[in-house]
C-alpha cells in the first residue's frame, strides 16, 4: 500500500509530478497553447482570430452591443420606454 504524507505540500507535489506538462503548453513569447487530449480532435482546440489586424469587435452602425450599452437602443424591444403601458 502506498503511504501519502501527511504534509499537505507533499501531496500536492506528487499530484503535480503525476500530471506531467498537464494539457497546456506555454510558449516563450507568453502564448499558451491548449494540447489535445482524450475525445478531443486537433480541430476541436480554439484558435485566435482569423484577421487579428481588424483590432477588437465593434459592432456594425445599426446593430447594439449589449455588453456595451446592456440598456437597449431607442426603439430596440429590451428598451424601457416599450415596456410601459
Do not use: F, W
Amino acid at each position: 500500500m502506498n503511504q501519502e504524507p501527511s504534509d499537505p505540500v507533499e501531496r500536492a507535489d506528487q499530484r503535480r509530478e503525476q500530471l506531467r506538462d498537464g494539457d497546456v503548453k506555454v510558449k516563450s513569447d507568453g502564448k499558451v497553447e491548449q494540447r489535445p487530449h482524450g475525445n478531443m480532435d486537433a480541430t476541436l482546440i480554439p484558435k485566435g482570430k482569423d484577421h487579428p489586424e481588424e483590432g477588437p469587435y465593434t459592432p456594425e452602425h445599426d446593430h447594439v452591443d449589449p455588453d456595451l450599452e446592456p440598456g437597449g437602443a431607442k426603439g430596440h424591444p429590451t428598451s424601457k420606454d416599450d415596456l410601459e403601458a
